[in-house]
Nanobody, 117 residues
Framework: QVQLVESGGGLVQAGGSLRLSCVAS??????MGWFRQAPGKEREHVAA????????WYADSVKGRFTISKDNAKNMVYLQMNSLKPEDTAVYHC????????????WGQGTQVTVSL
């Protein structure tokens, strides 16, 4: 059974920090990403990292503030979010690209991040 489970969301004041975690199981993933979706807005891809090397990728909207990292031994992916802004408020999902494919096949249920003024 494939599972991607996020945790770490919550309510934080603008300028604060949160760290999201995602544990992946049940498949061999070659790439993991973080996406977010705010009410009334399209889903936005904010960061990605490959399991086996390569540089992380970030959307311009989060570059310099968010950091994606991984722990291969624990099958964990993290999103460290600093200098949070109210516009970062969204449900954040992790997703995985299964080995042998080239698109995000599996998604977590999401964790809410709310940034207040």
């Amino acid at each position: 059974q494939v599972q991607l489970v996020e945790s770490g969301g919550g309510l934080v004041q603008a300028g604060g920090s949160l760290r999201l975690s995602c544990v992946a199981s049940g498949r061999t993933f070659i790439q993991m990403g973080w996406f977010r979706q705010a009410p009334g807005k399209e889903r936005e891809h904010v960061a990605a990292i490959t399991w086996y090397g390569g540089s992380p990728w970030y959307a311009d909207s989060v570059k310099g503030r968010f950091t994606i990292s991984k722990d291969n031994a624990k099958n964990m992916v993290y999103l460290q979010m600093n200098s949070l802004k109210p516009e970062d408020t969204a449900v954040y999902h992790c997703a995985g690209v299964e080995k042998g494919t080239n698109q995000y096949n599996y998604w977590g249920q999401g964790t809410q991040v709310t940034v207040s003024l």
